[in-house]
Structures are given as C-alpha cells and as structure tokens.
C-alpha cells in the first residue's frame, strides 16, 4: 500500500460529458512517483480526455483529480511548469528548426538552464539540430516532442499516443527514448493503444474500455489474473469456424488481422473445437494454443480490439 | 503578462514568417502593386482627356471650328465619325460610350444667329450615348459645360456669377496622395486578419495550440506577440508602400507619430476581429472566406478606394459604422490635412473599436475545451 505523498496522480470519480456523450463514467485510479504508467484502451475509449483534464487542458464534468497534490481545475498556474507533456497528434512551428523549437518552449517555461544540446543528444536528434520542423519525418517528429515535454526538467511527463502512426522502426526509435525517461526516474503517464508498448515500459497498466476502468494492475498482474483460461487461435478463411465455436457455447472474438481467438478452460477443449470444426466440414490454415498476452487479455475483457484500422495505414 | 514569453513568440513568428518566402513576398509586394496600379490610373486621371466621338452631318467651316473648340482645353480627345455611318449603330459596334451628332444646316443657323441677331434660332446638338457606361454621365455633364461657356460667350455679355477656387489645404494635392493613406489603412487590415485568422486556425488544426496550452503562455501573451508581430510586419509595408509611392509618383505625405499610432490601432482591431473569427472557423479551408467576409465590405466601403461620397446615403451611414472608415480619415487627417483635432477624433472612435473588438477576441479565445 503506497501513502497518497507518494502518488503523483489521484483521480476519483472523474466524469466528463459532452452533451449526452459520456466520454469518462466516474473513474478512478491513482499514478505512483517515479513509475511508468500505462492508460490503455481502443479508440474512443476516453483515454485523451482523461489525460487532458489530468494536463488541465479539459475540465472535468465531475469528481476529483489531484496532480503533484493540487486539484488540476483550481491551480493550473502551479502544475503546468511542473509537467512536459506531448500531446496526441503533436506538431509544432513548420519553419522553426529543432533546436530553436526547443529553445522557443524552454522560453515560454522561463527555463534559463535548459540543456538543450543534451536533450537533442536524449532523443537523438543531433544531426538533425539545424533541421526545420517540416522536414522531419514522423518519428523525428514525435521524439523531438519528447524532448519539447522535458525541457522544464519535469517532474510528471504525459506522453499521449506517442508512438501512433509511426512505422515500427520509427516506433522503435521512440520506445529507446521512452526507455532513457524510465531511467532518468521520471513519472510518465503514457496514453497508448499498443499492447507491447505497455508490456515493454510500463511498471503499471490501467485499461479504459467506453469510459470505464476495467482493470488495472501491473502487465504480469493483468496477464496472471486474466489467463485462469489458455488462448486458442485459429487463422480460418471459412467463416462458418466463428459461428460453429460460439455455438458450441464458446466467446470467440476477432482480432485485427481477423484470426479468431478463443478461451478455453482446458486443454480437452481444443480437440472438442477440432473436432466439430471437421465434422461440419469446416476449415482452418493455422492453429496457436498458448497463454494469453497483455493484448489478448484486453481482447478477452472487452471483446474490442485494441486498435483499430489495417496496419498498412501506419506512416512514416 | 510575461516579456520574456512575449518575446519568444515574436521571435517564432518573425522567423516563420521570413522563412516562408512567397508569403513574405506577397504580403509586402500587393500593396505596391496596388499603388502601383492604381496609381497609374489616378495620375492620367488628373489629366484626364475624355474620349469624345463627334458625326459632323454638317462638314462646314463653323461646325469644324466647334469640334475643334472641344479639343482646345484638353478636357476631349476628339474621333470624328464618317457622316455617312448611322451613328446608334456606330456607337454599338465600336464600344464608345458617346457620339455626339452636330446636325445639317449648323452654320446656316449659326450665321442666322449671328449676322441677323436672330435670337429665336437655335441648333439642337444630339448625345447617342450608352446607358450602361459609368463614364458617360461625367463626359456628357462636361460636355453640357462647355456647350453653356460657348453659349455664354456667343450671347457677348460678362456672366454675373463667377466662381473661384480655394483649396483648403496650403498646396496643391493629387489624387494619388489622398489614395495612399487609404490603402496603407487597407493593407494593414488585410495583412492583420488573414494573418491572424489563417495562422491560428492553421495552428489549431495542427494542434500546436493544445500543446501551447500545456505551457505557462497565456492567452494575453499569444495575443500581444501577435499584435506585435503584426505591427512589425505592417510598419515594415507601409515604409514599403511609402518608398515605392515616393520613387515611383513623387508622392510626399506628412510623417508623424499619428502614422505609427493609426497602424497600431489598425493592428489591434483587426486581430481582435481575427480572434473572433478563429473562434467560428473550425478549418483552415475555410479561415480565408471567413476573412474576406470582413474584409471586402471594409475594403469598398469604408473610403479606401474612393470618396465614400460617391456612395447612397444608406452606403454612407453603414460606411462609417466600419473601423476601417475612420482609420482611413484619420490617416487621411494627419498624413494629408495635416489636422490633430481631426486625427485625434478619428483615433478616439478606432480607440474604443479597437478596446470592444479587442475585449471581445480575448474572450473568445479558448485554447482548452476547443482544443
């Protein structure tokens, strides 16, 4: 049990509505100091809105959040030099080089010692210094967000979906980044819907399923928790194998890549599955029997996908 | 309000602006164009020599010697229509807007008047004019005063009411130098809210603006090193404007502090009126028809171009209801007539506009549930 001195970010009861949109239905949940924390969930699914109350950009319809111990509707002025944040969907100035955008935000926090040639070097963006904004590409981009985010020396680092639409290397080069905060012992709030993302840096993982909490933990909690059952995978290009398990009384879900995921409480019931699939003449190219994972727990909670859209649409 | 953020931003914005060379370009050089182009036309305007068709029907000593009396004070240049051509459909064919027809048996009529006294006889001179010409009324209101100074003249007696002309202003000015403070007032308007409303939009929709509001900046802050900016950008285009109306036309205008305080106000205005736009535009596609919605009426109606006086009455009263009317008469008022009272008058109606506007932007401003 961790006392409330040691938690950087308190949130109880949070609602927000827009109009008869219920965005956020009354979470809560709490962010220790100096752990990565993972805020989960598919499109949609609250997390932006969360996040940009707790960075006080948004007001809360309802309840109480507390950053660095100060409620975010009533002391803005306070926190805001205290948090980096990179916010969905970053950009910046087209015309303004790297180290000038850096420069230009470590103004705006009054930072006179920012040590803008060693934030370059963090999100490494030195042969790039002298580049303007639009030159780079996308996970350029993002890291030198980043590296916007802690030009105040921050004590909370909000990181939301830093890593979205960037292809896996670029994505990569991100995480490495991401890494280095976790070592310097930063707090950081990381909005994502990438599974291995959280699975690699987060200490703590909080999912968010249409505006609710439904499960928090660390990722092992969440996979040990969740994985009483194995998984059983079956890639089928017949559609009748998804009709023929879920009436065999089974919950199957799809995945993004359409491969059908089923859990089952014992190994007897692959062959039952197996074996019904061939009695009604069905087919299959690919089986997997294995224990779930962190994406897999979240497909088994909420039957979504976690993301959405072909990956093909993710640009560099 | 912080200095040294203020700063910051108007450093961001002059170098984004330097860099982005073909808006630099345009922004400075449309106003040199347009006085350039407009200039042009009003220096020829100054000496202006209509074009006058005349059918001579009578082609007799006398009615040769009246067209030429047309041309003697340079007011017509004369094209004389063959007598055969019938002149309605001359005047169709050829696009001229007036002939004017001397009839058969003028001199006839005009000895009979002259060697016999014959006061009842008269010559009736006919105008075949187009209707939808704008320029055909002037021509044939000038036409009619020559006609009545010849008249006066034939009649051999002094005229009781004569006139004489005494400007107001203690040199002698061309249009072109009333022209200038108007479009000096217009192009700050234009340059100030397109500036205002496409680039924070623009930024906005980008999202530079939400991650602006995760920073100690404030609204007051954006907003002054926008006003700044823009008054940088504004004062470096009109000593554009004045060099180039100096090199190019000779013009020479009053220069004081009342210039740099119209362009102030200007400025403030118009990024006021900005910031209440940006509020309502949701798109960049759609920053540029929100902008000339303002800008267009101001432009033709608050005096930039021309005389408000030429305009309908109910034109007149909406005109100076406009912020730009009274940037333009206040330019006009220290720049040209050389008046403070006037001036200072002017800049106290722009003043208050310019507060309300400015207020009102302020408020609109939201950064944190429009982002």
Redesign the interface.
Known sequence: MTSPAEHVIEVEHLTKRYGALLAVDGISFTVRKGEVFAFLGPNGAGKTTTVEIIETIRTPTSGNVRLLGMDVTKRKRDIVPRIGVLPQGFSSFDRITVRETLQYYSRLFSCRNTDIDGLIGLVNLRDKSQEQYKNLSGGLKQRLGIAIALVNDPEVVFLDEPTTGLDPVARHEVWDVMQGLKEKGKSVFLTTHYMEEAELLADAVAIISKGRIIATGSPRELIESNAKCLLLTLQSIDGKVFEIVRNMGFEPVLDKHRNIKIGIAQTDDVLRILNAIKDAGASFVNLDVRKPNLEEVFLQLTGEALREGPPEMVVK | M?P??I???L??KL??FY??RSAMFFTLAFPIILILVFGTIFMSEDNVAYHLCVQDLDQTNSSQQSVKTLEINGKFKITKVDPAVNATQYVRDNKVNLVLVIPKGYEKLLMQRMMLNDFTTSVTLTYIYDPSSSSVTTKMEILNAVLAGVNQEMSGKPPFLRSVVRSILTRKYRFIEFFIPGIIAMSVMTMTLFGTVDSDTELRQ???I????????THTDWILSNILHHFILAVISTIAMLLASYAVFSVTLHIDAWLLAFIMLDVVTFVGIGMILTRFVKEAQSAAAAANSISFPMMFLSGSFFPIELMPGFLQNFAKMLPLYYVNEGLRASMVFVDNMAALKDSAVIGVFAAVVFILGTIATK???T?
């Open positions: 912080n040294r953020i700063r910051a931003n450093v961001v170098k984004s860099r982005e980008k999202g530079v939400r991650k602006l509001s995760t920073t100690p900046i950064w944190e549930e982002a």
